[in-house]
């Protein structure tokens, strides 16, 4: 069953207390600005974006976020098309994640 889901901060907050693939889909430039503890860096404009899921599994759950959310929106359906069954995306991305955490 593919589970594919937009959550609000304090969804996202209490999944990534449970489990630790974290993705920060925004550039590298706005990574080292700040990032959500734990979380992997994989640039959504880069060519090879999709390389770096190779190695997880497609049923691991994936905590997706970028600046807004538009960006971690379109790879959480782009992931969804390659198989990954359980993607939550942070809504509002770190924008949000600044105003409630």
């Known amino acids: 069953m593919n589970t594919t889901g937009r959550l609000n901060v304090r969804e996202f907050h209490k999944g990534i207390k449970k489990h630790s693939i974290i993705i920060d889909v925004r550039t590298a430039q706005e990574f080292e600005e700040g990032f959500i503890g734990g979380a992997f860096n994989f640039d959504?404009?880069?060519?090879?974006?999709?390389?770096?899921?190779?190695?997880?599994?497609?049923?691991?759950?994936?905590?997706?976020?970028?600046?807004?959310?538009?960006?971690?929106?379109?790879?959480?359906?782009?992931?969804?098309?390659?198989?990954?069954?359980?993607?939550?995306?942070?809504?509002?991305?770190l924008i949000a994640w600044k105003q409630n955490i």
């Open 44 to 93: 959504f404009f880069k060519k090879d974006f999709l390389e770096n899921f190779k190695e997880l599994k497609r049923d691991e759950p994936l905590y997706l976020y970028c600046r807004s959310g538009k960006r971690s929106y379109k790879a959480s359906q782009k992931l969804a098309q390659l198989g990954f069954l359980n993607i939550n995306d942070l809504k509002g991305g």
